[in-house]
């Protein structure tokens, strides 16, 4: 008897597909309705158009940066830069209906991440871009940048400057930006560096978009060039292990932005085979007068073994 609904799932399934497929919407409502007329083909009709009766919106357009597209003939939008991303406008111009016209306020995050992508695909910036954090939580290209607004608020002067894109990325990573109100952090409060110093905000080939640099290296390297190495005598986890394993990146409230207050106890965290005379007779190899963890002269690991990250002239990295 199931049988009989057959056909009915079919007819589902494939006015399912319709709403799914693009496009598909007017596809659907065409087939419910098949004796109105056929909707008027869109056409281009140029920005003069369009500057009718949205005035303020094409005068402001004029600073933006999308505003080559307006003459630049190489890029083939000449005269209609609106519609390169509202889409041809002819039938909207006739209805004024928000209906008509390719909207980013009626769009999903990841059908205006295609929209803008249709130009800004290959630029190297924009790498895996789809498949970042970003991407994956909604967080799209409008949710950065604004194409309309102007002053402060537009985005080529908004991202020219560290402070404004730390604003922007704040707005959301409340959490992260109270990091940096610790006592050792990097200086993006001041505004001399930026979330963007250290993460791509369009993705990266690294966890949590770290920036890359030149050679591949996470971003660290960038500015703290002298921790790259290579070295002679090498510590492991500097060369193996990320930064963040000892530092907190954000901020923190331990000197030097470590993971722990005293040097010592991120040391032992590893090194905990140094131990204490007379249990131990060559801990790690460690002649029996010295590492005596006892005694407050021992403690400060980093007072003699000044080159943590690395050194070119003494295994024990002493110097
Ligand atoms: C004859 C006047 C007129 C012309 C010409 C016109 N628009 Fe509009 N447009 C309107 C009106 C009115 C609205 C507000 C519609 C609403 O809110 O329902 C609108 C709304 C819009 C919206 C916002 C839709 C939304 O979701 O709220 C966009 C985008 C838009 N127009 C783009 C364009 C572009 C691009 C052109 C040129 C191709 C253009 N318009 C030409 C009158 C016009
Ligand atoms: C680079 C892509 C792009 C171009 C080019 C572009 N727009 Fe837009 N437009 C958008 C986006 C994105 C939005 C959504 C609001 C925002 O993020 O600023 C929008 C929103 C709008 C709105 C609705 C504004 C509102 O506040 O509801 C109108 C009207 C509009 N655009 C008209 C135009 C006109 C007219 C032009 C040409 C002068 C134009 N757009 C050029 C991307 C573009
Ligand atoms: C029709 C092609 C096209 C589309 C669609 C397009 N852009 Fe652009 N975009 C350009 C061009 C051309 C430039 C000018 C920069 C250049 O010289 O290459 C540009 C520049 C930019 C810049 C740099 C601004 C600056 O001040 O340097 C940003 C950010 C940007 N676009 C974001 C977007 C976003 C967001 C969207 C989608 C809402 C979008 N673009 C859609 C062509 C396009
Ligand atoms: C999380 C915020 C964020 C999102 C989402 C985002 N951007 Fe950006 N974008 C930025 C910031 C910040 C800059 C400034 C570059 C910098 O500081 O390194 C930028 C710069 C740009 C530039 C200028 C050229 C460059 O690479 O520096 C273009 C073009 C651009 N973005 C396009 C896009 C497009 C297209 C999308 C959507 C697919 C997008 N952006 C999504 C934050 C964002
Ligand atoms: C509109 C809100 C919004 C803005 C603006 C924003 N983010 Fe995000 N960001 C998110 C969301 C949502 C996630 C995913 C959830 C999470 O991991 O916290 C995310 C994730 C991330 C991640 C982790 C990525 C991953 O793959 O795990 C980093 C790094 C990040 N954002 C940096 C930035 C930077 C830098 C800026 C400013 C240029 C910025 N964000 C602006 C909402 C935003
Ligand atoms: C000094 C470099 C640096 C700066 C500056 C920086 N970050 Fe990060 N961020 C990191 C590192 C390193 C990680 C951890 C990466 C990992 O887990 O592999 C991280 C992780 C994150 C994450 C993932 C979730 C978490 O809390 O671990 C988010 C979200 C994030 N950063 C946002 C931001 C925002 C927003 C800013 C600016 C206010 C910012 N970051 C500035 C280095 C930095
Ligand atoms: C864009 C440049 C830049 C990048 C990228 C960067 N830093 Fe820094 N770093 C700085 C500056 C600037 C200071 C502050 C120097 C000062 O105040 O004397 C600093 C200071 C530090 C300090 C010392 C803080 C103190 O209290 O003395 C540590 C530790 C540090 N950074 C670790 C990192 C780690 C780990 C990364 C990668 C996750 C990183 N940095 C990425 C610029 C950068
Ligand atoms: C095994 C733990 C460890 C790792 C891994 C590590 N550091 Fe450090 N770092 C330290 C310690 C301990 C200090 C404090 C040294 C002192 O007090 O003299 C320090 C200090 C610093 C300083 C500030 C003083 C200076 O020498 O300039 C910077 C910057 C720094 N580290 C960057 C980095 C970067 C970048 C990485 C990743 C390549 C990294 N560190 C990895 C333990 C580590
Ligand atoms: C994340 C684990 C880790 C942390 C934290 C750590 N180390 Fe190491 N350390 C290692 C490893 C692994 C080796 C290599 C051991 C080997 O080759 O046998 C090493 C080697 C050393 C060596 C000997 C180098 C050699 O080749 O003989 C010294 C000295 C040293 N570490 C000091 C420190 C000091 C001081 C600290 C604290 C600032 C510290 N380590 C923090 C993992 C760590
Ligand atoms: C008073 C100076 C001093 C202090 C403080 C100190 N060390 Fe050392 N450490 C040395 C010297 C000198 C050597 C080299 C011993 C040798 O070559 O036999 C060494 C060697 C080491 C080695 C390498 C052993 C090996 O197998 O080569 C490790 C690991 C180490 N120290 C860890 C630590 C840790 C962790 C601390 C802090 C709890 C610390 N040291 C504090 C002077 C010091």
């Not at 399912?16 to 007017?26: F, M």
């Not at 307006?70 to 209906?99: F, I, L, M, Y």
Request: glycine content about 8%; hydrophobic content about 30%; proline content about 6%.
């Amino acid at each position: 008897m199931r049988f009989r609904y057959v056909p009915l799932i079919a007819a589902l399934a494939w006015a399912g597909w319709l709403a799914a497929a693009p496009g598909g919407q007017e596809a659907a409502k065409k087939t419910q309705a098949p004796a109105a007329a056929s909707p008027a083909k869109k056409e281009y009709v140029g920005s003069d158009t369009c500057a009718g009766c949205h005035d303020e919106i094409h005068a402001n357009f004029k600073k933006n940066a999308h505003t080559i597209l307006e003459t630049n003939k190489r890029r083939g939008w000449q005269g209609k830069a609106c519609e390169s991303c509202h889409g041809p406008g002819s039938v909207h111009a006739e209805s004024t209906s928000a209906d008509d016209i390719l909207s980013p306020k009626n769009m999903t995050p990841a059908a205006i991440d295609q929209m803008c992508l249709g130009c800004h695909r290959n630029q190297q910036t924009q790498v895996g871009r789809i498949q970042s954090g970003h991407a994956r939580n909604s967080v799209a290209c409008t949710s950065c940048h604004n194409v309309h607004k102007t002053g402060e608020e537009a985005s080529a002067r908004q991202f020219r400057r560290a402070a404004g894109v730390n604003q922007n990325c704040r707005q959301c990573h409340m959490d992260v930006w109270a990091s940096f109100q610790k006592p050792h952090r990097h200086p993006l409060p001041e505004g001399a560096m930026s979330c963007t110093g250290c993460h791509n905000p369009h993705a990266s080939f690294l966890n949590r978009n770290m920036r890359l640099t030149s050679g591949q290296q996470p971003s660290c390297f960038q500015c703290h060039a002298d921790k790259r190495g290579p070295f002679v005598f090498e510590h492991a986890p500097v060369r193996n292990e990320p930064c963040t394993i000892c530092h907190e990146a954000h901020g923190s409230a331990n000197p030097r932005m470590m993971t722990r207050h005293e040097a010592a106890n991120l040391c032992l965290e590893c090194h905990s085979n140094i131990q204490s005379p007379p249990r131990a007779t060559t801990a790690g190899g460690i002649a029996i007068a010295t590492h005596d963890l006892r005694l407050p002269r021992w403690r400060n690991c980093t007072a003699c073994h000044q080159k943590v990250h690395g050194s070119n002239v003494n295994g024990a990295m002493l110097r």
